[in-house]
């Protein structure tokens, strides 16, 4: 079965850490570029993070530049996310997604003001981690 799987989200205080992370089954992620998105209750869904297989360039939002981390074990078949001073607006549910387009830049898109990532047709999507950050 071809799927991606997403785990280590939780519960954490403000400032506080956690490592997500996103494997896929099924397929290897050496030909895919992989995003990270959240999406808030009530809110659009935004893409955070991304990392290209070809080269391993990697992109982030502004909301999380100097704060998440991405990186990638093929051989493990493995994205990270890891998410350092979390705050509050960082809640929320955090999917990863594949799409075979690993020889190419990852996208951004400009909204409200900010720059967030995206991809142009994921081939996969996970089901989701859910990220709490309160004290």
């Known amino acids: 079965q071809l799927q991606l799987v997403e785990s280590g989200g939780g519960l954490v205080q403000p400032g506080g850490s956690l490592r997500l992370s996103c494997t896929a089954s099924?397929?290897?992620?050496?030909?895919?570029?992989i995003a990270w998105f959240r999406q808030a209750p009530g809110k659009e869904r935004e893409g955070v993070s991304c990392i290209v297989s070809r080269d391993g360039s990697i992109f982030y939002a502004d909301s999380v530049k100097g704060r998440f981390t991405i990186s990638r074990d093929n051989a493990k078949d493995t994205v990270y996310l890891q998410l350092n001073s979390l705050k509050p607006e960082d809640t929320g549910v955090y999917f990863c997604?594949?799409?075979?387009?690993?020889?190419?830049?990852?996208?951004?898109?400009?909204?409200?003001?900010?720059?967030?990532?995206?991809?142009?047709?994921?081939?996969?999507w996970g089901q989701g981690t859910q990220v709490t950050v309160s004290s």
């Open positions: 099924g397929f290897a992620i050496d030909y895919y570029r």
């Open positions: 997604a594949a799409e075979e387009q690993g020889g190419m830049p990852c996208e951004y898109i400009y909204r409200s003001g900010k720059y967030y990532v995206d991809l142009g047709d994921p081939d996969y």
